[in-house]
């Protein structure tokens, strides 16, 4: 809360000024300060049943901030799309079709609960709102997301394409980190808000470069963003239909700052975000299985595996993207859509039923399992490296104490007020990538065998 | 301390990536210790050439580079030692005025018109002001308009453009063709960006794309030696 009333949040956008000042919060050199009473009212009044409807009445869920029940989807924005020719994995650019087909595809997935939207028509701005309304309306009955909203004005005209606003919902990604709320999705978000559509309030920080690499320093200003958003959502309507998206990966500084989405180290911080959701009881949209893999690959599906597990685990309600995600949400795959899918049917409802206490069994059995699904031969190397990838994951690498907390407060607020904030927490990680907050084992190799995967695909053209 | 003490400390802050007092350095223990750019006033202040605070500059660099290559250091022990390069020239460059000593080009950069992410560009910045390049930097949200303005006033040998989204690398190809139809057909436009590609860069009529600010340094060296 510090972070919020004493760093606060850089807002440009002056709408969004005047509904921060509504409830309490004061400006200053361009930065909106949010005193804790104005958080602690906005999470009282954000609504805690969000509805999820489909055209299809069966597809239809609601997040429940107070129960357990997940909910699994695609996502992305993916720019590219990856298929499997003779052999061989080829790219070329996403496109409307595509966009098509993916829909498609999914409709007939059993474990893909909803789908946000994993590529965008390629049409200019001005028609891609429609554009994709159309596509979406006309090739799935499974609850919509479309994710980004480009022109605020044309909501009206993509609710009626849709059939309702019922059938809708969104993302804002609100924040740039550290702390600066985008202009752009500040009015998407107020837009959608005010026409009581479901949206989840976004915020991706990268430790190590626009978050501290610590845990405690990246999780704590990843709060705070989040919960801005909600309180900027309940000022323009008190009981905000809105879910706390909290994606707090790590960038790979032992390279080249790359962000990494499914690594040991993001999957327990994704999974610990969603743990901070909850506490607050409110309903919270988990991030899972992005792998930072270029293609589908043993590698690919131990971690996807691992993600999903723990991000279930946490108590995340709705999980987007957790579908066909490759190469840091820069590409997707039907492959990988088909792979994810069965896994997912695997692992659902053994995780429902796992107590904490035998989770870590239970991850690594699953992910042993689905690795032999796709005909790759578990040794002992790779239960090894299961085995020290789910260690890691549970193992808490600092000190949650006072010092530490003032430190990584100290750090946050100098990248806020430094023109060149990511410098800040590049040079702060040194002694932390030195004591292993990076998790670095080894790749899990084998060949996959597509023929299940290839014959799911052919079913469904 | 004698001059020779003071160049060589100059050296090991850069090297430690040390900064200024309120810097850890590179293990995070070098709080309250002269960093670079109090040894630099130092230096400057005691009459020290700036000729030789430049040597000790680019021998620190050498260093910091070799342990990059050798896997010792990681990519912020680099931007630290770079950083320190780059605030400690400009202590030093008004010493240099009229004396021989060149910047080795002029780069002007921005992230484009709608685009808040900065990650990749101050890295870029980083290095370059490291490597000696003279930086002049936009900030975020760019408008076409006031980069080709400065392009006017400024008169950069180079242009960076940076995008992380991919609604706004669509502007980078507004703000070349329009850099082109003011004239400025030889700035030599460098893109870069996650969603960024060489077939992107070469689509919207770039001279380079990079993937890293190593790929900048890298490239920006070979028209040098072209030059």
């Not at chain 2, 936009?138 to 453009?161: R, S």
Request: glycine content about 10%.
């Amino acid at each position: 809360m510090r972070i919020l009333s004493e760093v606060g949040v850089k807002v440009r956008n002056r709408r969004a000024i005047d509904f921060f000042a509504s409830v309490g919060c004061k400006t200053a050199d361009g930065r909106v300060v949010i005193p804790e009473s104005a958080v602690t009212r906005a999470i009282s009044q954000t609504a805690k049943q969000v509805p999820f409807v489909a055209s299809a009445g069966e597809h239809s869920f609601t997040v429940d901030a107070g129960s357990d029940g997940i909910s699994y989807g695609t996502g992305g924005q993916a720019l590219y799309v990856l298929r499997r020719r003779e052999g061989k994995f080829l790219r070329s650019s996403a496109d409307g079709n595509d966009l098509r087909e993916i829909l498609q595809l999914c409709e007939g997935l059993q474990n893909v609960d909803f789908i946000t939207r994993p590529v965008e028509p390629d049409v200019d701005a001005e028609n891609m709102d429609a554009e994709k309304a159309r596509i979406f309306a006309a090739n799935t009955s499974k609850p919509m997301n479309l994710a980004n909203l480009v022109k605020p004005e044309k909501l009206d005209e993509v609710v009626e394409i849709i059939g309702g606003r019922d059938l809708l919902s969104f993302i804002a990604c609100l924040v740039v980190s550290p702390l600066s709320i985008d202009d752009g999705a500040a009015d998407k978000l107020m837009t959608i808000v005010e026409h009581d559509i479901p949206i989840s309030i976004s915020s991706c920080a990268q430790g190590g470069t626009t978050a501290p690499l610590s845990e405690l320093g990246e999780l704590s200003q990843l709060n705070a963003e989040v919960l801005a958003g909600f309180v900027l959502a309940n000022a323009v309507k008190p009981g905000a239909k809105v879910l706390y998206r909290g994606i707090p990966i790590t960038s790979d500084l032992m390279k080249d700052g790359s962000p990494r989405w499914c690594q040991p180290d993001s999957i327990r911080r994704l999974a610990l975000a969603a743990r901070m959701s909850r506490s607050y009881g409110i309903p919270c949209c988990g991030t899972a299985a992005v792998s930072d893999e270029k293609e589908p690959s043993a590698q690919g599906i131990a971690e996807k595996t691992l993600s999903w597990i723990f991000e279930g685990a946490a108590g995340a309600h709705y999980i987007n993207s957790a579908l066909g995600m490759l190469e840091q949400v820069l590409t997707v795959s039907p492959e990988q859509y088909v792979i994810d899918d069965i896994i997912l049917g695997q692992i659902k409802e053994g995780l429902s039923g796992t107590s904490p206490e035998d989770l870590q069994v239970f991850a690594a059995a699953s992910a042993e399992r689905a690795l032999s699904t796709f005909g790759v031969k578990v040794d002992d190397d790779i239960r090894r490296e299961i085995g020290s990838r789910i260690d890691f994951i549970y193992d808490k690498k600092e000190q949650y104490t006072e010092e530490n907390a003032e430190k990584q407060f100290e750090a946050v607020r100098k990248a806020c007020t430094s023109s060149m904030g990511s410098n800040v927490f590049m040079k702060g990680s040194r002694r932390g990538l030195r004591e292993g907050v990076l998790y670095q084992g080894k790749r899990i190799e084998g060949d996959l065998d597509f023929s299940v995967v290839d014959a799911v695909l052919a079913g469904s053209k | 301390m004698s001059k020779d003490d003071i160049l060589a400390q100059i050296e090991n802050t850069i090297i430690m990536g040390h900064l200024d007092e309120s810097d850890e350095g590179f293990d995070g223990d070098l709080e309250g210790t002269p960093g670079t750019i109090e040894l630099v006033e130092k230096a400057l202040k005691d009459g020290i050439e700036p000729g030789k605070i430049l040597e000790a500059f680019n021998s620190a660099m050498d260093v910091v580079g070799k342990k990059f290559e050798e896997g010792e250091y990681l990519l912020p022990d680099m931007l630290a030692g770079a950083e320190c390069v780059g605030e400690a020239m400009d202590i030093v460059e008004p010493y240099l005025m009229g004396k021989n000593e060149q910047k080795k080009g002029k780069f002007l950069i921005a992230t484009v018109k709608g685009d808040l992410h900065d990650i990749g560009k101050n890295i870029v910045i980083t290095m370059l002001k490291g490597a000696g390049y003279e930086v002049n930097d936009l900030g975020i949200d760019v408008p076409v308009e006031k980069i080709v303005e400065t392009v006017k006033e400024y008169k950069p040998d180079y242009l960076g453009l940076s995008a992380l989204l991919t609604t706004t690398m669509i502007e980078m190809e507004k703000v070349i063709k329009a850099v082109r139809e003011a004239g400025f057909e030889d700035v030599k436009i460098f893109v870069g960006g996650a969603p960024t590609s060489p077939e992107f860069a070469k689509k919207i009529g770039a001279t380079e794309h990079c993937y890293d600010a190593f790929e900048v340094v890298e490239k920006l060296a070979t028209y040098k030696k072209a030059g």
